[in-house]
């Protein structure tokens, strides 16, 4: 009788092995333009590294981003101004990360968004992140102000000043690119300085 033919582990990720490159088209990072045209507003360079526990850079992560345009407003049909929205403004993007852990996306600020039930929010960017390990995609929000305590229904859900902090992007002046001011906002997945998440 022949000995059975040795059956090869399976990999122990638990989301992956990871993407194809179709996923993240060169121009996914970009929420500026629409073909030929350009979004309304000030336009930003949001970057970042993503890590993992001891400052470990997570690679081939993925990383999707959606926020209001310039005015604060949704091209949606759930946002009841979305009429009013700029319609060569995405409002989504993707971006993955390199060997260093390092995403970027072109985009513009955010303006403040009124919201009948939640009251009024801050500018701020929602983020969503998938990558090797997880077992389900961790989300949150970035805002743009310096002050932790600065009234926001979700920021101030967040119980504790210094796991605020975390949710702040920070000006960044070195990663300035092409007149587009910079902002840097790292997401540590887990262990010291973890940014805080939200349940979707």
């Not at 990871?18 to 073909?35: A, M, V």
């Not at 949150?140 to 859900?157: A, K, R």
């Not at 504790?160 to 690119?177: F, I, K, S, T, W």
């Amino acid at each position: 009788m022949s000995k059975p033919a040795a059956t090869p582990p399976t990999a122990w990720l638990t989301v992956g092995p990871f993407f194809p490159r179709s996923l993240i088209e060169p121009t996914c990072n970009d929420l500026t333009r629409t073909g030929r045209k350009k979004a309304r507003g000030t336009p930003i360079l949001l970057a970042g590294r993503v890590l993992d526990r001891g400052e470990q850079p997570v690679r081939n992560a993925v990383l999707e981003i959606w926020q209001p345009d310039a005015q604060g407003l949704f091209a949606h049909p759930a946002d009841p101004r979305s009429a009013d929205a700029d319609p060569n403004f995405l409002g989504w993007g993707r971006s993955a990360t390199g060997p260093d852990g390092w995403y970027r996306f072109r985009t513009v600020m955010p303006g403040p968004r009124s919201d009948n039930a939640a009251g009024t929010r801050l500018p701020h960017i929602n983020m969503m992140l998938l990558a090797s390990g997880i077992m389900r995609r961790l989300t949150t929000t970035l805002f743009f102000t310096d002050d932790p305590d600065t009234e926001d229904p979700v920021l101030s859900s967040v119980p504790r000043v210094e796991l605020r902090r975390r949710l702040l992007a920070r000006r960044a002046p070195e990663l300035d690119d092409n007149g587009a001011q910079a902002y840097r906002f790292d997401v540590i997945t887990q262990g010291d300085g973890e940014t805080p998440f939200f349940l979707d």
